[in-house]
């Protein structure tokens, strides 16, 4: 089997709401992701040939994961982050932000991004999410 590899770095903030606890505050992170893509065959004809598939396919997705994500605040699509953002629309600076539909830790982020990678037809194998340079969550589906 072939797995290829590539990796991104992002900044982004966010909170958890109902969390005690200092995470439960605004603050941010150094978000280092690392996607592996597997492939047991290698493609026989056209402009992959050869390839599992091409790194600058694969390029363009983790700078759409990046754009999705970096220098927002993730914010999670429920009533306490409804409210947030009804009160950064009354500050007179803009801040951008994601809403998200799960609690934005490292694990449901670390998934999410899994199957948006999925989505664009990469054979996605693994995907590891670094909240810190030593704390990280790996998700892969089932072998």
Not at 32 to 61: H, P, Q, W, Y
Request: glycine content about 6%.
């Amino acid at each position: 089997m072939f797995i290829l590899k590539s990796e991104i770095e992002f900044d982004s903030a966010h909170f958890l709401s109902g969390y005690e606890g200092k995470c439960a505050n605004i603050h941010g992170h150094r978000y280092r992701l690392i996607v592996k893509i597997k492939g047991d065959k290698l493609k026989t004809s056209g402009n992959d040939r050869a390839m599992v598939e091409d790194f600058s396919f694969i390029k363009s997705t983790l700078k759409e994961i990046h754009d999705l994500f970096d220098h927002k605040i993730i914010i999670e699509d429920d009533e306490i982050g409804k409210d947030l953002i009804n009160k950064l629309k009354t500050v007179p600076q803009e801040f951008k932000y994601e809403l998200v539909q799960y609690r934005p830790t490292v694990e449901e982020m670390s998934r999410n991004i899994f199957f948006i990678i999925k989505g664009k037809g990469i054979n996605i194998y693994e995907v590891e999410l670094f909240e810190t340079p030593t704390n990280s969550c790996i998700y892969r589906e089932d072998d």
